[in-house]
């Protein structure tokens, strides 16, 4: 009898080490196919708040209502945990070809531009087909005018190609402030054809006072350059009024799902809860605040997981990633066992990479097979995080990134078309399901994830 025990015991060993199962995990990823949580949440954020630019009254009624949101979904230990920013606000905004063919313009100011006086600039306009062309532009070369790069963005499910012609915003404004520009106009970095500027930040290098800067409507855009290939002098005038406010309050907000065992480390997932003010922010980033709310709530109302969940919903990322710096400094000791963060629309989810230790490799396997019947499949790339949780990657925290479909998603991106009837609910449950498969395997596996 004790040795039908004994093997008894080691066949159920290899299922009870588990605190889910396959079958579980596919319960709760297929329940998720018709969650409403992730919509009302999106719904709720940008109808009750809006847009929600970071270090405003915006941004701090957003944290107000969503300490009320996730405390009303059951999350525990629900706070804000404020800190200090320098603030940016836009003014009037307005621009136009003066010369040779009047036109006006759709322009939005970039983020930390400088301004115009209050009566606007008005110079002669010097075409720059790339940013390498700015780059190699003699010193000095532009005092006194306004540059114009023009960079088509193309379109990429993965988004790949934003870092290239992103260089435009990133860079563009301080580099042609060294170079003496009076001001300077990019066309959007986006990949529309609407009348519709993108908005986004840009740094000033330390000592290099910030000039005006703007983006332009990809038509407004082309249309520029066709009015440079008349072969005649261009003449523009800008009123750019935006200031800088000083420190201003901001804050991430944390709620979690108490784990059973502290010492296996903590899940952190999330995304950014402040948004641009052009639109009210519901792929960026209501959306992935909702997804990783939702998915979190159902593995809470599943039982209690062994790795405690934080759902983290980062303020003042769009300005420069303060919130992932203050997390880490406040939560950099702890043990952490993954991260993973939705910031890149609400479209279906098609792919996942993963930077993990060795010994989570099974895990990873387990993961791939859940997500499998949702159409995502195993990339071969390292996992990088987003903004909001690099500084947790950089301090050597596991993460995983659930690939979103990206190819319209700089058609909208930091623009005012950025609104709640852009997000497809069907994917957006999609997406649900998918964090939430991985959330129920990576919570509760056994083996170490990280560093603990």
């Not at 009898?1 to 004994?6: A, G, T, V």
């Not at 000095?140 to 499910?157: C, D, P």
């Not at 301080?174 to 520009?181: C, D, V």
């Amino acid at each position: 009898m004790w040795m039908r025990k004994l093997i008894l015991l080691a066949l159920l060993a290899p299922a009870a080490a588990f605190a889910t199962t396959p079958d579980k995990t596919a319960s709760l990823r297929d329940a998720a196919l018709k969650d409403d949580v992730a919509w009302d949440i999106v719904e709720g954020l940008t109808t009750e708040v809006g847009p929600r630019l970071a270090g405003t009254e915006a941004e701090a009624r957003a944290r107000t209502w969503a300490v009320a949101r996730l405390n009303s979904l059951g999350f525990k230990n629900v706070r804000i945990e404020p800190y200090q920013m320098p603030v940016w606000v836009r003014g009037i905004e307005t621009g136009e070809i003066i010369a040779p063919f009047p036109h006006k313009l759709a322009l939005t100011a970039i983020g930390n531009s400088g301004a115009t006086p209050a009566a606007g600039l008005e110079a002669e306009v010097v075409l720059f087909r790339t940013i390498a062309d700015l780059e190699a532009a003699p010193d000095g070369s532009l005092k006194g005018k306004i540059a114009y790069v023009g960079n088509a963005m193309k379109r990429a499910q993965d988004g790949s190609s934003y870092g290239y012609y992103g260089k435009a915003r990133f860079a563009g404004p301080n580099i042609a402030a060294k170079k003496g520009a009076a001001a300077i106009v990019i066309r959007s970095i986006g990949t529309d054809n609407h009348r519709v500027p993108h908005t986004g930040n840009t740094r000033f290098d330390e000592g290099v006072a910030a000039i005006p800067a703007a983006a332009l409507s990809v038509p407004d855009a082309e249309n520029l350059e066709r009015v440079f290939a008349r072969g005649k002098a261009v003449r523009m005038k800008l009123v750019l009024t935006p200031r800088n406010i000083g420190t201003q309050e901001s804050g991430n907000v944390i709620a979690e799902v108490p784990g059973s065992d502290p010492a296996a480390g903590v899940i952190v997932v999330g995304g950014h809860l402040d948004s641009w003010d052009l639109g009210t922010g519901a792929i960026d980033d209501a959306a992935g605040v909702a997804i990783t709310a939702a998915a979190a709530k159902r593995i809470m109302d599943a039982g209690t997981p062994r790795r405690t969940i934080r759902v983290v919903w980062f303020g003042s990322e769009e300005v420069g990633g303060y919130g992932g710096r203050d997390y880490l400094r406040r939560h950099g000791g702890e043990p952490h066992a993954l991260t993973g963060e939705s910031d890149f629309g609400a479209d279906r989810i098609w792919r996942f990479n993963v930077t993990v230790n060795d010994a989570a490799k099974p895990v990873v396997d387990r993961i791939e097979a859940a997500l499998a019947p949702l159409g995502v499949t195993r990339g071969d790339e390292p996992a990088t995080g987003g903004a909001d949780i690099r500084p947790l990657v950089s301090a050597g925290v596991p993460v995983i990134d659930l690939n979103q479909d990206g190819t319209r998603y700089f058609d909208i991106h930091h623009t005012a078309d950025d609104t709640l009837d852009k997000v497809d609910p069907e994917q957006l449950r999609q997406n649900v399901a998918a964090w939430t498969a991985m959330l129920d395997v990576a919570a509760n596996a056994p083996e170490a994830l990280g560093k603990q």
